[in-house]
């Protein structure tokens, strides 16, 4: 056990409140204590972070890319960009989230992570840490694919579902349409796996979603982002996933908080209705995340470009995901959302923790839990970030 040291003289946020006048006391990869100050040993080494904020790694549950990789690539060039990109955000911990392709795609992509998850890699060594797989598709709805690709789309009682399968523990989420033909059975398989059953991309009404809910799904993936809304069949108004989402204490809902995906009002919308301990702030970037305006990115077979700060479909028929980072988001939800701070942070961390059953661990600055600590500048950039106790190489934000 390496000995331990302080960071000082910083803003400490924590799940319910901003913390001045303690120091954050790291041992080893485990956060220590959170003393007064004062009451630091003198001869214990100190990092004076100069009055910046000290909050926990941000965890991203659901990130496809960035800077022209996917994790549809099943190349260790390709994590280690994304992995070290997230990093240099503040982005200690992510699931590797996949889109929909065909299943040996998807199976090569499951097998990639596997290795690198088990250190295979020495780059895995170098960026965020790979918590898991987070399987978005194939299993949606035709009329809710937006920038998925059609093509590949299945249904999960065609048999496909096992060679995913085969690579569960590594998957930490799979997500799909509940109306589809299998969609229950499913849900009962991945609970049994310890897979969190999540819904997107999907067009299913109230009645057809409950069954898999009341089965144990427990997930609402980019709330209005590929979600079936309220209905009309003859005089009865029939909710879809969104009110679900927005009433259903049982869900935790992710959201993209670009300020593209969602406009200010439905983001407030969100927070009001779902609340700060449901709802998890999370990116969506593809690999045109950290590319300028303009440039052509590809997931899959699928070709997108980034126009005004948004991934899009080429002819401007749907969004493709987001472009901007998690650490981007947190400035939004707490200037444009109007969050206080210590929520929008615990939407980025210990929210998606405990969506994968990792809060015991991760996500916030507790004694015991992971090292997982990152020096912020006002606006959210990065200064110094440290994984497990690790100080980790990044560029310093000034």
Not at 225 to 238: A, C, D, L, N, Y
Not at 241 to 255: G, K, N
Not at 378 to 395: K, L, S
Request: include cysteine.
């Amino acid at each position: 056990m390496t000995a331990p040291f302080a960071l000082v003289n910083g803003r400490l946020i924590l799940p319910d409140r901003l913390l001045t006048g303690h120091a954050l006391v790291i041992q080893g990869p485990t956060i220590l204590d959170l003393p007064p100050q004062d009451t630091l040993p003198p001869e214990m080494p100190r990092v004076d972070v100069g009055g910046r904020l000290i909050g926990p790694g941000l965890i991203d549950i659901h990130t496809h890319g960035a800077l022209g990789h996917t994790f549809n690539e099943p190349t260790p060039q390709a994590f280690a960009t994304i992995t070290q990109e997230n990093l240099r955000r503040g982005v200690t911990g992510l699931l590797a989230t996949t889109a929909t392709a065909p299943i040996p795609d998807l199976v090569a992509c499951l097998a990639m992570a596997r290795e690198w998850m088990a250190g295979t890699h020495p780059q895995a060594e170098e960026g965020a840490q790979v918590l898991g797989v987070h399987v978005e598709g194939p299993y949606f709805s035709p009329a809710q694919a937006g920038a998925q690709d059609p093509a590949n789309l299945r249904t999960p009682d065609d048999g496909s579902v096992e060679a995913l399968l085969a690579h569960a523990d590594v998957i930490r989420i799979l997500t799909f349409a509940p109306e589809l033909p299998g969609a229950l059975e499913l849900t009962r398989r991945l609970l049994a796996l310890g897979i969190v059953p999540a819904a997107g991309h999907s067009n299913a009404t109230e009645e057809e979603a409950l069954p898999c809910i009341e089965a144990g799904l427990r997930h609402m993936i980019h709330i209005w982002s590929g979600q079936s809304s309220t209905v009309r069949e003859g005089p009865w108004r029939k909710p879809g996933l969104l009110e679900l989402s927005l009433t259903d204490e049982r869900l935790t809902v992710e959201m993209i908080g670009d300020n593209r995906h969602l406009p200010r009002t439905l983001m407030r919308l969100a927070v009001k209705c779902i609340g700060p301990e449901r709802l998890c702030l999370i990116s969506d970037a593809t690999s045109g995340a950290g590319l300028p305006e303009g440039a052509r990115f590809r997931m899959g077979e699928m070709e997108y470009e980034v126009h005004d700060g948004v991934g899009m479909m080429l002819d401007r028929s749907a969004f493709a995901g987001s472009t901007t980072l998690l650490n981007q988001m947190v400035p939004i939800l707490r200037d444009v959302v109007g969050v206080p701070l210590p929520e929008a942070v615990g939407m980025a961390s210990l929210n998606p923790a405990r969506v994968i059953g990792l809060a015991d661990r991760k996500g916030s600055l507790e004694p015991g839990k992971d090292a997982d600590v990152v020096v912020f500048q006002e606006d959210f950039r990065a200064w110094r970030v440290w994984v497990q106790g690790r100080e980790m190489e990044i560029t310093r934000n000034a």
